[in-house]
């Protein structure tokens, strides 16, 4: 038996291009088509201003190599930013195979509703969301198999006694400029 056959050939590859995308640092640019002087500085402090925000936030060390690994390996990397009260912008890499959108609200366009499907422990979702009434709710969480549509995401976990559960996370545009909902 050739010994070339026990290679892993895709992890290889993929390792190929990781370390010539890796070579230069990703770094954002802010560009203003036909803008005023104004505008073009304006861009150029906002480019300082989001190089400080991924330094402090660690992104080329932390961030940025499983973003390319989700990229290189699904064909797709994807990255949220998101607010919080405590520690304001802040980015998270979401592994492709945990976002899914309603194919038939897809279908012609946008979609309104985007979902998170992901594995949390319940202490930290007590700690999130506090109160007597969630706590009941978070206690009575099963942890049961995901919904068919997304037991994909979930293929590796093994059924544990620890705390973990699935939970589906929803994002949902507004129907319209002035709408409410």
Request: hydrophobic share 35%.
């Amino acid at each position: 038996i050739d010994s070339r056959i026990g290679t892993n050939v895709i992890r290889a590859i993929i390792r190929t291009l990781n370390s010539k995308v890796a070579r230069r640092r990703s770094r954002p640019y802010v560009v203003t088509d036909g803008g005023s002087f104004m505008q073009r500085q304006t861009a150029e402090n906002l480019e300082k201003y989001l190089l400080g925000k991924l330094r402090t936030l660690r992104a080329d060390e932390d961030l940025f190599p499983l973003w390319r690994l989700h990229a290189l390996t699904f064909g797709t990397g994807c990255m949220r930013v998101f607010s919080t009260k405590e520690d304001g912008v802040q980015l998270e890499v979401i592994p492709p195979t945990e976002i899914f959108v309603d194919d038939s609200e897809a279908r012609y366009g946008t979609p309104r509703r985007i979902y998170f499907v992901r594995t949390a422990s319940k202490s930290k979702l007590r700690h999130d969301y506090p109160g007597k009434k969630n706590a009941e709710i978070i206690d009575a969480i099963a942890a049961h198999a995901p919904d068919t549509r997304f037991r994909i995401s979930a293929a590796w976990d093994s059924p544990s006694n620890s705390d973990l559960c699935t939970v589906i996370e929803a994002i949902q545009l507004p129907s319209g400029k002035d709408s409410k909902d």
